[in-house]
């Protein structure tokens, strides 16, 4: 007889076999650290949270409340969606006052959102006339103008009033007065590329657009932008993945500090006898004495399939280089130079963490840090923890039961 449907716990209580650590004292030192930039040249300026995509990957209902806790005045997320489960997470915070946190929608309200936003207290971003339409509409059904973003492209040709929606804004800013603006904003192209000369041209648009329909608070700066100097700063910074640890200025040592360590655990350990190659297509070479560790993590996880045969995991502080192509739930590394007793089934393999940053592996897969961090997969437990811990799984083989970091 099967266990009733009721009965079936929620999920498997063992252990996961792959799981992000999120360090949320580093993304409170990161938040601090790009606060303390902008505040060096004006004390009234504040650091938002983007957390987009799932929080970048590590889950907005773990690093949306930490970045309320670190004091980020606002949030913005891309969807509806995300705006809801966030509201929900923020709700749950033990402390009211953050219970209302402002959360802003970026790709702003569509059509037949409205009762979500309302109920779930969302802010659209308000990209064209459009959604200024909508949001006024809305703000006359519940009495009065409704808070709100307002978003110019300076140069993006993304999202954003237009030139022409900007003019016609700008001939008539009377149809900003059924909304209540709190923060004027626009997006650059190129802040990763402090040479480009786009930075300056989409500065002076955004100073020239403000001076005429500017209400509220201005933000320009996502995570490179608050690196090309105090002009490009404003009032509020919208950083996203510097927050996470990537690199906001690429060619230049890394100002942040690392938020995000992934682990799996080694199925089998098997040593090579008569078999000459590894995984599909027999891409990786074996010799025969060799041994090959297999770990249960995969491209299905987001580890990138064009990685492979690239970098090293770390596994009880030793180093093992990846063999082979990626499979959709494993990855294979030689352990031939690894003490034997340290490597077994159960053992834990680091694969992003001091050794190789998410930088390092998105070079290696041919793609940017932001990719890799919104591709971690849905299978990971996602581990919120303080800065020098390591999680412990307990589990039923002989594994050490504190673990050292690799870090001196
Ligand atoms: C994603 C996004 C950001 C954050 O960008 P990062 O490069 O991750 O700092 C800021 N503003 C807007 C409009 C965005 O879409």
Redesign the pocket.
Known sequence: MSTPLTALPAAPAAPPPAWIEIDLDALAENHARLTGLMRAHNPAAEVTG?I?ADG?GLGADIVGPALARAGAPAL?V?HLSEGAALRRALRADPDPARHALPVYI?NGMAEGERADFLAFDLRPVLNGPDDLDRWTRAGQAQGGPLPAAL?IDTGMSR?GFDEAGFKALAADPARLGGVDIRIT?S?LAC?DDPAHPLNRRQLDRFRAVTAVVGRGRLSLA???GLFLGPDFHFDLG?????LYGVN?VPGHPNPMVPVVRLKARVLQVRTIDSFESVGYGAAARARPGMRVATLAIGYADGWPWSAAGKGEVVIAGHRAPILGRVSMDLVTVDVSTLPEPLIHGGAVAELIGDHRDIDALAKDAGTIG?EILTRLGRRYARQPMTSGQTQVYPIGVPTPQTEVDPAP
């Open positions: 983007v987009k970048y913005f891309a970026l978003h999202l904003m997006h802040a996502n995570s490179s919208r950083p996203g993945v510097a906001p932001y």
